[in-house]
């Protein structure tokens, strides 16, 4: 019951806080809205037994993520952003392509079946700690992904500088 | 025991939140949090299939999920930097040099 109250919250919470980034005028609002919403997710993953998850939810998104963004929403005029109209001429085109998805998803969902549950029950991570648990499969089977993804994000890091520098001189 | 596919229905209602704000904002930061936003709705069904098939596969790959769309951030904003270095300008709909 707790539970289901609990997840009733967050879903309500969740859903009124990601309508008012997408709908808010002020984009410095919005970037806050988020952050609350990113520790909404990160309760939420909580719920889901999923620890691990939700420290890496506030730390990498709250903490990294949210902060660049607001970085650059101090570059923006934003006396001039609050005047005029947030929507482009599009966007009722928009707002049909988004609800047709959602109809189209929801009924998709009432024909998901269910693998057979695999080998790591609550009981299993409990005993292994959930943070062993995931390493150990980060590191063994998906050990070539994890190099790829470091990969990445150096490219991120080299394709940003590159980006963001000024033109030099010659 | 909440059942899966109130997760699953709170997810793809979160992810057509982000997919209207994409389609729709003229502002380009906006644009980027919906993509954001997109991105956490994924990461919430996927980690709650990974718990309710009790298999920790789904976790993975929203750890993956969550590295690429850090590196998404850092060049969508060095991109937007950019923009605001040539045009000073944050909305999409002003931003019209390719078009053909």
Redesign the interface.
């Known amino acids: 019951m707790i ?2 109250l609990l ?1 009733a919250y967050f ?1 309500f919470a ?2 009124l806080l ?2 008012l ?4 005028r002020n ?1 410095v609002h ?2 806050l809205w ?1 952050l609350l ?2 520790f909404h ?1 990160a309760s ?2 909580l ?4 620890e ?2 939700a420290a ?2 506030v730390i ?2 709250a903490g ?2 949210l902060v ?2 607001l ?3 101090l ?2 005029n934003i006396r001039e ?1 609050v005047r ?12 049909t ?3 047709a ?2 109809v189209v ?2 009924l998709s ?1 009432r024909s ?1 079946v ?2 057979p ?6 009981d299993v ?1 409990k005993q292994q700690t959930h943070a062993k ?2 390493g150990m ?2 590191y063994t089977d ?1 050990l070539y ?1 994890f190099e790829v ?1 470091s990969l ?2 150096l ?3 080299v ?3 590159v ?2 520098k ?1 033109r030099l001189k010659s | ?2 059942p ?7 997810s ?16 380009i ?2 644009m ?3 993509i ?2 997109m991105l ?1 709705a994924v ?2 069904n996927l ?2 299939l ?8 789904g ?2 790959l ?3 999920v ?10 969508g ?6 923009l ?2 040539n045009k000073a300008t ?4 002003e931003v019209k040099e390719m078009r053909g």
């Open positions: 539970q289901e997840f879903a969740m859903i990601s309508i980034v997408v709908t808010g984009p919005s970037v988020m919403l990113f997710i939420l993953y719920l889901l037994n999923a691990f998850m890496i939810q990498v998104y990294g993520i660049l963004f970085f650059v929403v570059l923006m952003e005029i109209n947030k929507f482009i001429g599009a966007g009722p085109t928009g707002f392509f988004a609800a998805l959602l998803v929801i969902i998901f269910a693998s549950p695999g080998i790591y029950s609550i991570i648990a995931l499969i980060l998906y992904p993804a990445i994000l490219v991120a890091i394709g940003a500088i980006l963001a000024r | 025991m909440v899966l596919s109130w997760y699953m229905l709170l793809i209602v979160i992810f057509t939140i982000g997919v209207f704000g994409f389609l729709s904002r003229r502002n930061i906006i980027f949090m919906s954001e936003l956490n990461n919430i980690i709650s990974s718990h309710y098939l009790q298999d920790l596969r976790q993975i929203a750890f993956f969550i590295a690429v769309a850090a590196a998404e951030a850092a060049i904003l060095a991109i937007v930097i950019a605001f270095r944050a909305h999409v709909d």
